[in-house]
């Protein structure tokens, strides 16, 4: 169901380092945020939210390492 839709979207489904709209989104507003915080010059703001992006991309990156593992696991054991 998710690839038909992803697909009806024109998304490259089967290629997972496609980014979406929404990433593009995501993207977007982190930077209008970041700028803005430098114009004003609020520094504090400015490391805080870096600090908040750097413990999002590490969680991300838990969750990718998790997942790859549970998806090899899986084919080894439909592979025994």
Known sequence: MIA???ADLG???DNPLVRTMEDD???AA???VLKDLHR???WN?????ALLLAETETAQRAQIRWLAKEA?????????
């Open 4 to 6: 038909t839709v992803g």
């Open 11 to 13: 998304l490259d489904v």
């Open 25 to 27: 989104f995501h993207c």
């Open 30 to 32: 982190n930077s209008q």
């Open 40 to 42: 004003r010059k609020d």
């Open 45 to 49: 703001g400015l490391l805080e939210y």
């Open 72 to 80: 090899a696991d899986a084919m080894a054991a439909g592979l025994q």
